[in-house]
C-alpha cells in the first residue's frame, strides 16, 4: 500500500464506499423485489391464458355432436 497515508486513504475510501453501499442496499431490495414480482404476475397470467385454452379445448370435446 506505500506510505502509511496512502492506507488511510484507501482505508477511508473503502469505508466511504462500504457506507454508500450500505445506505443504498435497501433500495436495491425493493427494486429486486418488484422485479421479481413482476415477473411472477406475468408468468402467472401466461399461465392463466395456458391454462383458460386447456379448459376451453376440454369443453369442446365434452360436447355432445
Known amino acids: 500500500l506505500g506510505e502509511p497515508s496512502q492506507a488511510v486513504s484507501h482505508y477511508e475510501e473503502a469505508l466511504r464506499l462500504a457506507t454508500e453501499i450500505a445506505e443504498n442496499a435497501p433500495l ?9 414480482r413482476q415477473n ?7 399461465n392463466e391464458l395456458i391454462d383458460g385454452g386447456h379448459r376451453v ?8 355432436a
Open 40 to 46: 411472477l404476475a406475468d408468468q402467472v397470467e401466461f
Open 57 to 64: 379445448r376440454m369443453a369442446l370435446r365434452l360436447q355432445p
Open 28 to 36: 436495491a431490495v425493493v427494486s429486486v423485489r418488484a422485479t421479481l
